[in-house]
């Protein structure tokens, strides 16, 4: 069945340095790729997505680079800062509302 | 708005007992979903809806029965609990439409099942 693949499973960075996390999917009709951010005892919140039309979006610190021929994105956060620390997973589906395949997460810790 | 909402927070239960988790959202989402989340597996997907009436088997169904009579709530069953059940149980509403899909999570349920 189709699967999400997401290294590293922990990351630790220094403030002010960048934090990537790269995930490999399986399913080749995938066209959503969101990216979820889960703060301890709490849900995942979304902080960005992108669609299969799109290589690469940007959100202020964040962005998610998209290569649907190796079947694999990525997350890149820029200037981390302590409230960046938290388990991010990467997330992938046919559409944006259909069942979708959650990663199994990377933990990030930014050391001030 | 609320946005999503569950409860109880916390449940220990022993095994065989029955429960049902509440979810609710005041969003007018069309779709939602239970997941469950297990140490290193990220979330699994048990069941999900599309609309008020009509639900579907994720990925990890079996021991969990779901219905969905409104567009605001969809329970999520436990018939008979087991201590592979143990575990941290989300609820998510989704707006259908081109454009859409943000997943809003509730706060999660706790469950231990002894």
């Known amino acids: 069945g189709e699967n999400v693949e997401q290294h590293p499973s922990t990351l630790s960075v220094q403030e002010g340095d960048s934090a990537v996390i790269k995930c490999t999917y399986s399913d080749s009709a995938s066209n959503y790729f969101p990216w979820y951010k889960q703060e301890l005892g709490k849900g995942p919140q979304l902080i960005i997505d992108i669609r299969s039309n799109v290589g690469e979006k940007k959100d202020q610190r964040i962005a998610v680079t998209l290569n649907k021929t190796a079947k694999h994105f990525s997350l890149h956060i820029t200037e981390t800062q302590p409230e960046d620390s938290a388990v991010y997973f990467c997330v992938n589906g046919k559409t944006s509302y259909d069942k979708v395949i959650f990663g199994p997460g990377t933990s990030l810790s930014v050391i001030p | 708005n609320a946005g999503v909402t569950q409860t109880p927070k916390f449940q220990v239960l022993k095994t065989g007992q029955s429960m049902t988790l509440q979810c609710a959202q005041d969003?007018?989402?069309?779709?939602m979903s239970w997941y469950r989340q297990d140490p290193g597996m990220g979330l699994r997907l048990i069941h999900y809806?599309?609309?008020?009436?009509?639900?579907d088997q994720g990925e990890v169904p079996n021991g969990y029965n779901v219905s969905r009579s409104t567009t605001e709530d969809f329970p999520l069953r436990l018939l008979s609990a087991a201590p592979s059940q143990t575990s941290v149980y989300f609820c998510?509403?989704?707006?259908?439409?081109?454009?859409?899909?943000?997943?809003?999570f509730g706060p999660g349920t706790r469950l231990t099942v002894l």
């Open positions: 809806s599309v609309g008020a009436g009509i639900t």
């Open positions: 969003m007018n989402h069309e779709y």
């Open positions: 998510a509403s989704t707006k259908a439409g081109l454009g859409q899909g943000t997943q809003y």
